[in-house]
């Protein structure tokens, strides 16, 4: 016999009793589409999550003032990052790699306008921060280096501030308030939802000189962004960056370094990490319903083994051998299991399509639906294996069955 | 000319052993059947009739004796042989018919030739001319369980022929049926045997039916009491004399 004739004889046997075959795929098909909708799910968590961290880009690294690299941040040396740091670290020959060295620093206050007022996130940059935070205006445009190195009073505004502090429009080119002091608005960013570092919906950004000056009074910066030319290059880049503040603070011992770094790649492969774990431990425990499933299939099979005795008997009256009896079997229960397995992947799928619909509607961030196409392989693959494995016993049950006796079985 | 035997038994016993007991069903049986001739065994239910024609059938082992196949003995095929034995040279016809069900008569009678060396594009011929052969050919596609007693056996009997075995056994083939339809039955399995030359090896515990063949080999008790000519052969055309 054929491979093909083997599969239209389990077809035609499984034909034979539909509803029996349709509830015992069930399982499978629950088991299936279970892990489909974890691993979809998983992946789409793990984008999101990915995208918040991210927020800037793999390709940057971050210097942040102060001693530790993990736990609470230190007290000592919070002040330590400052404007000679900026400009030797922007030098070609200290930090080869580095396309844009940008400082940053944080606060929040009250913006005003007229009678509308917002606290928002005040940050304080240089002109070059839309090119690392994709950050490009929709009206007007950032401001300029000139900008940066006169002081100048303006401030690009999120979207929210927008909308909160000009609820009728017309906010370009307005002066707007903060503690007292005027910036005139000469950008307004499209809305584009939290990552970790910025929070541009809320935000206003203004140069970090007219920051320091008029609105902190400080010297220092909270960050320093390097923002690496290409990934390759970002552990020398670190090593550069290292050499260079140690060298402009007067450091020699390294545990006394009075910053540190954090490296975006790290930081999202960690975070990575843990979500495919977490995946795949949900994964795993959606896959007992598979054994339990595989094990419903292993009992109906020998139930169908058992009222098919005559049918058996009569193949082999007929010319069939016990391996034809036994292949047979095997592909019924396979053809079941992977039928299970198919319909458990559409179903799993679709789940997720609309799972994902419904999250985007009601939380505020993006959630992308994700195909999960090893999700979809290992459906296969495992159905087939379980079929292969649940019915092998019921198989050998069928084939080891005398004709003789077969035939008499009333 | 001489015609060789199909079929020799040499003091074939079987005995069944479940547990202690042992139960000697058949108790050292010999005869032989030619090529092309039409034998009846006779005998009380329990005799150990079907026992016989599922050793002579090649579904069971012989429990001491010989049993010579085609000029084989059949202790020397392998189980694989075995099969391919049943499925070219033997067809079987069963009381119970044995069709599968919610199967039309077609697939039914395309079985034998699944397991068979047959190409695949000859198998509908070969097996709507076995249905044709056995008047069925109206009810070709419809499934074995619309059909009438009569007509399951002649589905069976078609899939007995279709691979045109050399010898046919048919174990009480009446014996489900009521009397109009069996008469039917067996004036083609005599058919078979004149006008086609089938040999043909049947079970019955019916006299009348029994009558249908040349001769008659009666078994009492796992023994031959036995084995003689049918002096005045029924046929079908005695019915219409009456
Ligand atoms: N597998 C078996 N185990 C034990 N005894 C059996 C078995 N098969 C048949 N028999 C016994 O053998 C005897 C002959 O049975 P069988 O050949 O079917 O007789 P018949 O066909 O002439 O009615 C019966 O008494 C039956 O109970
Ligand atoms: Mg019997």
Redo the contacts with the bound molecule.
Sequence with gaps: MTFEQYLQTSLSALKRNRSRTGLTILGIVIGIAAIILIMSLGKGAQKLILSQVQGLGTKSVVVVPGRQLEGPPSTVGLESLKKRDLEELSKPYNVPHAAHVIPLIFGNDITEYESENFRAQIYGSSDQMPVIFDADPVEGMFFSQDDVVGSANVVVIGSKVNTELFPNGGGLGSRIKIKDKSFKVVGILPSKGASSLINFDDGVIIPYTAAQNYLFGTKHFDRILVDVDTEANIDITIEDVKQTLRMTHDIDDPTKDDFSIVNQKDLADRVGVITTALTYFLAAVAAISLLVGGIGIMNIMLVSVTERTREIGLRKAVGATTKNILLQFLFESVVLTLLGGIIGIILGTTASFVASVVIGRLASFEWTFIFPIGGAVLGIVVSTIIGLIFGVYPARQAARKSP??AL?YE | MHTPNLIEVNHITKT?T?GETS?K?LKGISFTVKKGEFVAIM????????????ILGLLDEQTSGDYIFAGHNSKGFSEEALSKLRNQRIGFIFQSFNLLPKTTVLENVKLPLLYSDVPRSEWDKKATAAIELVGLSHRINQESGDLSGGEKQRVAIARALVNEPDIIFA?EPTGNLDSRSGKIIMDFIQDLNENKGHTILL?T?ETATAEHAERIIR?YDGEIASDEKVKRRRTASDEYLK
């Excluded at chain 2, 005998?43 to 599922?54: C, I, V």
Aim: no cysteine; proline share 4%.
């Design positions: 003789i006796e008499r | 069944y479940e139960t069903v005998g009380p239910s329990g005799s150990g009739k079907s026992t016989l024609l599922h174990d079970i515990h078994i």
